[in-house]
Nanobody
């Protein structure tokens, strides 16, 4: 059974940092793009950023550019999201995803999803 398990969420003050991890088990996604999404209460899920299989190219939504960094360790089958200079508006449940059905950069259709990890940024 394929599982994507996010971890690393928590409560942080504005301006702080968190590093999220997404550990994959059951298969490898070394040949697949992967992505991070987030969903705040009462809002639609939104794309945060994505990364190509090699890890050499990333793509981000404008509001997190320069603050968030996606990386992956193919040997560990793990995806990461380093979040710096966090803002209260970054508060959301963060999800990782794998295997895009459409565009890897900004697309919303992915075949595999994790359960999410909560990030709360206090002002």
């Amino acid at each position: 059974q394929v599982q994507l398990a996010e971890s690393g969420g928590g409560l942080v003050q504005a301006g702080g940092s968190l590093r999220l991890s997404c550990a994959v088990s059951g298969r490898t996604f070394s040949n697949s793009a992967m992505a991070w999404f987030r969903q705040a209460p009462g809002k639609e899920r939104e794309f945060v950023g994505s990364i190509v299989p090699s890890g050499g190219i990333t793509y981000y939504r404008d509001s997190v550019k320069g603050r968030f960094t996606i990386s992956r360790d193919r040997a560990k089958n793990t995806l990461y999201l380093q979040m710096n200079s966090l803002k209260p508006e970054d508060t959301a449940n963060y999800y990782c995803a794998a295997e895009p059905r459409g565009p890897w950069a900004g697309g919303s259709q992915w075949d595999y999803w994790g359960q999410g990890t909560q990030v709360t940024v206090s002002s």
